[in-house]
């Protein structure tokens, strides 16, 4: 099974914006539902947003809620997070994942329904 790999991570002042992306191979990317979960220095890991496989429906962390949009392209196998109007809490390490079982409608935000992570990408918000 080949790993998803994120990217599109970086340094960006609070109030700034970034886009990250995930690009997975070896399952077909448009039967499983994605998701984003972050981990901060020091803190487990924490379900940000999730889509289900058909992009049909999204959810997400109360606190991303507003700044925060998930989207997919099935063509291309790819995740993808818009980020706005970052806040320095909202640094950490961003990883995405897929839910276990094909064509799952439910909206889990726990980490232990998703496997096949990725190495993730580093978000770093200064105040």
């Known amino acids: 099974q080949v790993l998803p790999v994120e990217s599109g991570g970086g340094l960006v002042q609070a109030g700034g914006s970034l886009t990250l992306s995930c690009v997975t191979s070896g399952r077909t990317f448009s039967l499983y539902t994605m998701g984003w979960f972050r981990q901060a220095p020091g803190k487990e890991r924490e379900f940000v947003a999730a889509?289900?496989?058909?992009?049909?429906?999204?959810w997400y962390k109360d606190s991303v809620k507003g700044r925060f949009t998930i989207s997919r392209d099935n063509s291309k196998n790819t995740l993808f997070l818009q980020m706005n109007n970052l806040k320095p809490e909202d640094t950490a390490v961003y990883y995405c994942?897929?839910?276990?079982?094909?064509?799952?409608?439910?909206?889990?935000?726990?980490?232990?329904?998703?496997?096949?992570w990725g190495q993730g990408t580093q978000v770093t918000v200064s105040s």
């Open positions: 889509i289900n496989w058909s992009a049909g429906s999204t």
């Open positions: 994942a897929s839910q276990r079982g094909r064509l799952s409608d439910a909206q889990s935000t726990r980490s232990a329904d998703f496997d096949a």
